[in-house]
T-cell receptor
Framework: DSGVTQTPKHLITATGQRVTLRCSPR?????VYWYQQSLDQGLQFLIQ???????AKGNILERFSAQQFPDLHSELNLSSLELGDSALYFC???????????????FGPGTRLTVL | GENVEQHPSTLSVQEGDSAVIKCTYS??????FPWYKQELGKGPQLIID?????GEKKDQRIAVTLNKTAKHFSLHITETQPEDSAVYFC???????????FGKGNQVVVIP
């Protein structure tokens, strides 16, 4: 158990809908990352937050957004869902080291999103 | 951006033998290289990582080697056991950039 929790575990919805995925980082971790895992694209970085502020953006669609709250939990919002958005969505957290050093990321169990 | 490739895509080994997975990366500025193990229905689990200031790191039956000149790093698993069967992902990131660029993964099958 990494200490990172994600809810829900599974989500089934229809095209055009909007969903929210939730992540709670490990105790003490300030950074939260979101990744998407699909068969064709593999594990892709979406976005990073550090202590409530957006830190880095990857291949995140404009229909997707995220935020990190004062209690450090994070939510990933996916809107106008398409069939191709079906994937596993992982949250990871890290301490958030200073000085630009990459710190260890610990992954949660993921949310499996199915868009019908 | 960084491009990470893994070889082979699938590896079958007899229990007790060694398994080696190799990854190559494209960005010479990359300096952090973690390996993750993912079992079915679970999230990636960090098993070992290495930074560019060392060439090798060991943790019991697992070791990682790094060749910065050739821009490749490898995962070595000795005395493989059935519970080592999983998908293994390598990743890379560079100084000041916390995003991990992942390889496509290797399916390792340990045959009892």
């Amino acid at each position: 158990d990494s200490g990172v929790t994600q809810t829900p575990k599974h989500l089934i919805t229809a095209t055009g809908q909007r969903v929210t995925l939730r992540c709670s980082p490990r105790s003490g971790d300030l950074s939260v990352y979101w990744y998407q895992q699909s068969l064709d694209q593999g594990l892709q970085f979406l976005i990073q937050y550090y202590n409530g502020e957006e830190r880095a953006k990857g291949n995140i669609l404009e229909r997707f957004s995220a935020q990190q709250f004062p209690d450090l939990h994070s939510e990933l919002n996916l809107s106008s869902l398409e069939l191709g958005d079906s994937a596993l969505y992982f949250c990871a957290s890290s301490v958030g080291l200073a000085g630009g050093i990459t710190d260890t990321q610990y992954f949660g169990p993921g949310t499996r999103l199915t868009v019908l | 951006g960084e491009n990470v490739e893994q070889h082979p895509s699938t590896l079958s080994v007899q229990e007790g033998d060694s398994a080696v997975i190799k990854c190559t990366y494209s960005d010479s500025a990359s300096n952090y290289f973690p390996w993750y193990k993912q079992e079915l229905g679970k999230g990636p689990q960090l098993i070992i990582d290495i930074r560019s200031n060392v060439g090798e790191k060991k943790d019991q039956r697992i070791a990682v080697t790094l060749n910065k000149t050739a821009k490749h790093f490898s995962l070595h698993i000795t005395e493989t056991q059935p519970e080592d069967s999983a998908v293994y992902f390598c990743a890379a990131s560079s100084y000041g950039n916390n995003r991990l660029a992942f390889g496509k993964g290797n399916q390792v099958v340990v045959i009892p």
